[in-house]
């Protein structure tokens, strides 16, 4: 499996910061979740810069499994696998 990084971690730079214990826990989880505290402090910093920036580099770094997801629901919709709104709701008594 190929992993795509986002463009803004091809040029890393090292930055020395002071903060507190409360926020070296919170760090250190967010370390542990994502597997890489560099890339989680990363995406955390550039969500601020918008939803619509953060929404387009998501969908870019995840582009090949969207579409997989995408096609095969068109699939699905084409061969008569899909169940209305209303079905949905009558299975189960909404």
């Known amino acids: 499996m ?3 990084l986002p463009c803004y971690l091809c040029a890393m730079v090292r930055r ?3 903060i507190d214990e409360d926020t ?3 760090l250190t989880q967010l370390a ?3 597997g890489d ?4 402090l990363a995406e955390l910093v550039h969500a601020q ?3 619509e920036d953060f929404a387009n580099r998501s969908e870019e770094a995840h582009e090949i499994a969207l579409r997989t997801a995408r096609d095969s629901s068109k699939a699905d919709f084409r061969e008569g696998r899909t169940l209305s709104w209303n079905d949905v709701k009558a299975r189960n008594r909404l």
């Open 2 to 4: 190929v992993t795509i």
């Open 16 to 18: 020395e910061i002071e």
């Open 24 to 26: 070296d826990r919170i």
């Open 32 to 34: 542990s979740e994502y």
């Open 37 to 40: 505290l560099s890339l989680a």
């Open 49 to 51: 810069e918008g939803p």
